[in-house]
C-alpha cells in the first residue's frame, strides 16, 4: 500500500498576498484511508481541500497524487470525485442524466452509461429515480444522488465538502454510517472536511485538526480523544476541564502539577513539559468519578455543588473545585444512588492517566 | 369549508348553516375589500389601455355608415347580382341619394370608394355635381361622367361599401382582397407590399435580437462575476442609456456612422477603406440594426444578468470535478442554467423591436421601414385609418402568437425580468 497517496509538501496559500489561510501544510495520506479536516470556519481545512480538488492553486509548496505533482494539472483532469455542501445537483438534468454527467465527459458509450448509473443508484439505494428531478427529492435522497454522481466514474480519491451539513441530525448519523460502510466496501480515499467532531470521530481512519491555518494533530480518532498534542485539540475534541497550574515535580511521564488554590495533580506529561513551566491539565468530565470519604487515590478532592444537570442517560454536575468554578463531572444515570443536595461538598476523584498536563501557549 | 361540514357534523344541521352563513359573509366581504383596493387600477387600464386599443382595434372592421347615407342605393345594391349590367333602377337609386346627401359625406364616401377602385374619388365627386341637376332617366348622365358605370365595376365598389363591418383592411394588410366572385384572393403583385414589410419588420427584429444576445451575454457574465465597485460601475454602463433620451441616441449614430462620419473618418485614417469610398453604414439595413441593437441591448443584459447572478459558482465546480472542460461545462451546465433569462431577454428585445418606429425612420432607407412606419403613415398622413388598425391588429396577433409558442417551449412561469 502506498503510504504516501496523497501528499502536501509545505503547502502555503494567501488569498490577498499578507495573510497566510494555510501555512506550512505537511501531510500524507495513505492509500485507501478516510481522513477527516476538522477545524471551525476560517481554519484552512476547506481551503486544504480547495487546494487538492484543483479549484485553488497554493501559494508555495506541491501537492501529489499517486505520486504525481497535480498542483498545475486543472481539476477537471485530477479524476477526483466531490461531493459539495448544498449537493450541487444541476437542475436542469434529471437524477439520470445527473449520474450520466461524468461518464458522458469522459465518453463513456450509451450502453455502458445506462448499465453503470444504475448500478451506482442500487448502491446509494436509488434504483428506480432517473426520470425524477433534484428538485422532487428530500435532502437526504440528494446527497445520496450527489455520492453516487460522485462516485460513478470511479475515482481515486473522493473529497467531501461538509456533505450532511444541511441534513437534520437522525438523517445525518444515518449517512454517516452510509458513508462509512461505502468507503470500507469500495476501497477508495475519502477525504472529508467537517467542523463537527462527532462526526470526525465516527468516520474516520485518520482526523487531522485545523486551527489558524496550521495542522494542529493528525492522529486516529482514538489517540485524538485521549491524547490531545496541545490545549486546542484537547478543547475542540470532545469536553474537556482546564485546570491551570505550575509543574512542580517530573518523572517518567507523570509530573505534578499544583493548582493556585495549593492542591496538587498527578498527570500524564504531554509535550515539552517540564520543570518548571506553566501548564493546564485537562480531564474529560466523564472519567472523573464520585470518591467516598476517605478514599486513597493521587488525584481526589473535594469541592462545592453548584448545579445538578439531568440529562436522562447521564447527569451532570458543576462543581466549585480547584479555584476553577466551572468543572464539570459526568455521571451515568445508573451510578447514582442517593440524590444531591446543592450547597454540599462532594468528593471526586480520577486516575493519573485520565489526564494530561499541556504545555500553555 | 371543510371546517364548517366537520363542524356540522358533530352539531347538527341548524347551527352549520349559521356557521356556513357566517363564513360565506366574511369571505364575501374579504373579497369586495381587496376589489375595492384594486378599483382604482382598473379603472385606469380600461380608461387609458383597453378603451383606446379597442377602438383603435374596432377601426380595422368599421366600414363607415355608407348604407345609411344612400339608402335607396343600398336596398337597390342588394337586389342586384353583382353580374348582369347596370339597370335604371340602380341609376336612380344613386341619383335620388346623391341629391339628398349632404356634400361633406359624399366626400367622405368618395374617400372611402377609392380605395377599392383607385382613382374613383375625383370621379364620383363629379358624380355627385353632375347628377344635383340631373333628371330621369339618368344613366346617360352617368356613363357621360365615366362609361364604366355601364359595367359591373363602380356598382361592386359601391356594394363593398354597403355592409358596415368589412374585412377589406384585414386582406389588405395581408396583400389579400375579394375577387369578382366574393372569394379571398392575392392582390396583383404591384400592389402587394404589405407582406413584404411584415417579414422585414421581423428580418430586422430578429437581427438584433441575435445581435443583441451576442453581444449581451458575455457582458451580463461579465456583471454577474465582478464584485462591488467594479460591478456597480458595469451596471451604471448599461444602465446610461436609459436616461438618454432615444431620439439624442439614434441621432448619435448618424453622426457617428454617416459617410463622413467619426467611424469611416477613423477607418480612412488607419488605411482600412479608401477614403473617396467610405462604407455605407447609414440609411440602410446596417444602421438600423446598429442603433437599435444599441438601444435594445439592456433589455438583452439585464434579464440574463439578474438569472446569472442566482446561480452559484458552485455548479461550476460540480462541472469541473465531474471531469467537464471549460467549454463543454459552459454548455452542458450554464448556458441551460441562464436559458431562462435568455429567453426572456430575447423576447423582450424581439417584441420591442417589433414595434421600434423612430430609429428605422431616422437612420434606414426607405427599404428599412418597419411595420409601425406604416402604421404611422395611414393614420398620420393618409388618416386611412382602417388600415392604420388593420396593421396594428396584424401586428399585435403576431406578438401573441410569440408569446403562445414561447408559453409552450420554455413556459412563461420560468420568465425572469429584472
Known amino acids: 500500500m502506498n503510504e504516501r497517496f496523497i501528499s502536501f509538501e509545505a503547502v502555503r496559500k494567501s488569498y490577498d498576498g499578507a495573510n497566510y489561510v494555510v501555512r506550512g501544510l505537511d501531510l500524507d495520506v495513505a492509500e485507501g484511508e478516510f481522513l477527516t479536516l476538522l477545524g471551525p470556519s476560517g481554519s484552512g481545512k476547506t481551503t486544504t481541500l480547495m487546494m487538492l480538488a484543483g479549484f485553488e492553486e497554493p501559494t508555495h509548496g506541491s501537492i501529489s497524487l499517486g505520486g504525481a505533482r497535480i498542483d498545475s494539472v486543472p481539476a477537471y483532469d485530477r479524476n477526483i470525485g466531490m461531493v459539495f455542501q448544498n449537493y450541487a445537483l444541476f437542475p436542469h438534468m434529471t437524477v439520470g442524466e445527473n449520474v450520466a454527467f461524468p461518464l458522458k465527459m469522459r465518453g463513456v458509450s450509451k450502453s455502458q452509461i445506462s448499465e453503470r448509473v444504475s448500478s451506482a443508484l442500487d448502491m446509494v439505494r436509488m434504483a428506480g429515480f432517473e426520470s425524477r428531478r433534484p428538485s422532487q427529492l428530500s435532502g437526504g435522497q440528494q446527497q445520496r444522488i450527489a455520492l453516487a454522481r460522485a462516485l460513478v466514474f470511479e475515482p481515486r480519491l473522493v473529497l467531501m465538502d461538509e456533505p450532511l451539513g444541511a441534513l437534520d441530525k437522525q438523517l445525518r448519523e444515518h449517512m454517516q454510517i452510509e458513508i462509512k460502510h461505502l468507503h470500507e466496501r469500495l476501497g ?3 477525504v472529508y472536511v467537517t467542523h463537527d467532531q462527532s462526526e470526525a470521530l465516527t468516520m474516520s481512519d485518520r482526523v487531522g485538526v485545523f486551527s489558524d491555518g496550521v495542522l494542529q494533530q493528525i492522529a486516529t480518532p482514538h489517540e485524538l480523544y485521549e491524547k490531545p498534542a496541545n490545549i486546542f485539540v484537547a478543547g475542540f475534541v470532545g ?12 518523572d517518567a511521564g507523570l509530573c505534578r502539577v499544583r493548582t493556585p488554590d495549593g492542591s496538587v495533580i498527578s498527570a500524564v506529561a504531554g509535550e515539552h513539559v517540564r520543570k518548571p513551566a506553566r501548564v493546564v491539565v485537562v480531564v474529560r468530565p466523564e472519567r472523573i468519578v464520585l470518591a467516598r470519604e476517605g478514599d486513597e487515590a493521587a488525584n481526589r478532592f473535594a469541592g462545592k455543588l453548584e448545579e445538578v444537570i439531568y440529562h436522562g442517560d447521564h447527569v451532570r454536575l458543576r462543581l466549585n473545585l480547584l479555584g476553577s468554578e466551572g468543572l464539570q463531572v459526568k455521571l451515568a444515570a445508573s451510578a447514582i444512588t442517593a440524590p444531591f443536595s446543592l450547597g454540599a461538598t462532594i468528593h471526586v476523584g480520577w486516575r493519573p492517566q485520565d489526564c494530561r498536563a499541556l504545555i500553555q501557549s | 369549508m371543510k371546517y364548517a361540514v366537520t363542524f356540522a357534523e358533530k352539531h347538527g344541521g341548524e347551527e352549520q348553516s349559521t356557521l356556513a352563513r357566517q363564513m360565506a359573509r366574511t369571505k364575501r366581504r374579504a373579497k369586495l375589500q381587496a376589489l375595492a383596493l384594486i378599483a382604482p387600477l382598473m379603472l385606469f387600464l380600461v380608461v387609458v389601455l383597453v378603451l383606446p386599443i379597442g377602438t383603435l382595434l374596432a377601426r380595422g372592421f368599421d366600414n363607415g355608415d355608407a348604407a345609411a347615407l344612400l339608402p335607396r342605393t ?24 346623391l341629391k339628398e346627401a349632404a356634400r361633406e359625406d359624399v366626400a367622405v364616401l368618395a374617400k372611402q370608394l377609392n380605395y377599392h377602385d383607385a382613382g374613383m374619388r375625383s370621379m364620383f365627386l363629379k358624380l355627385a355635381r353632375k347628377v344635383r341637376t340631373a333628371e330621369a332617366p339618368y344613366a346617360p348622365s352617368f356613363i357621360e361622367v365615366n362609361e364604366d358605370w355601364s359595367s359591373p365595376r363602380y356598382w361592386r365598389a359601391l356594394q363593398q361599401v354597403m355592409p358596415s363591418v368589412t374585412d377589406f383592411y384585414i386582406l389588405s394588410a395581408l396583400d389579400l382582397m375579394r375577387d369578382e366572385n366574393g372569394d379571398i384572393a392575392s392582390v396583383p403583385p404591384s400592389t402587394a407590399v404589405n407582406l413584404e414589410v411584415l417579414a422585414r419588420t421581423f428580418t430586422v427584429s430578429a ?10 451575454y458575455p457582458l451580463a457574465a461579465l456583471i454577474a462575476r465582478s464584485r462591488g465597485t467594479a460591478a456597480n460601475v458595469l451596471i451604471v454602463l448599461v444602465l446610461l442609456p436609459f436616461w438618454t ?23 480612412a485614417w488607419l488605411g482600412m477603406i479608401d477614403p473617396e469610398a467610405p462604407l455605407d453604414l447609414i440609411y440602410n439595413r446596417v444602421g438600423v440594426v446598429i442603433a437599435m441593437t444599441h438601444i435594445l441591448l439592456p433589455f438583452m443584459i439585464l434579464p440574463i444578468y439578474s438569472v446569472m447572478k442566482g446561480i452559484p459558482p458552485v455548479y461550476m465546480r460540480a462541472a469541473a470535478s465531474l471531469g467537464a472542460r471549460p467549454l463543454s461545462s459552459f454548455f452542458r451546465v450554464y448556458l441551460p442554467m441562464t436559458m431562462p433569462g435568455v429567453s426572456a431577454g430575447c423576447l423582450l428585445v424581439f417584441i420591442l423591436a417589433l414595434g421600434y418606429y423612430i430609429t428605422p425612420a431616422l437612420v434606414g432607407g426607405p427599404r428599412d421601414q418597419m411595420i409601425s412606419y406604416f402604421i404611422a403613415y395611414y393614420a398620420n398622413q393618409v388618416t386611412n385609418w382602417g388600415m392604420a388598425a388593420a396593421l396594428s391588429i396584424i401586428l399585435l396577433v403576431a406578438v401573441l402568437v410569440l408569446y403562445v409558442i414561447y408559453n409552450r417551449l420554455v413556459g412563461i412561469q420560468r420568465l425572469r425580468i429584472g
Open chain 1, 188 to 190: 477508495i480515499n475519502v
Open chain 1, 239 to 250: 469536553e474537556n476541564n482546564v485546570v491551570p497550574g505550575e509543574v512542580v515535580d517530573i
Open chain 2, 74 to 97: 343600398a336596398e337597390a345594391l342588394s337586389a342586384w347580382n353583382g353580374q348582369d349590367a347596370p339597370h335604371e333602377e340602380l341609376f336612380a337609386a344613386l341619383a335620388g341619394d
Open chain 2, 207 to 216: 437581427s438584433v435580437t441575435v445581435m443583441c444576445l451576442l453581444l449581451g
Open chain 2, 245 to 267: 433620451s432615444l431620439l439624442v441616441r439614434t441621432s448619435a449614430w448618424v453622426v457617428l456612422l454617416q459617410s463622413r462620419g467619426v467611424v469611416n473618418n477613423v477607418l
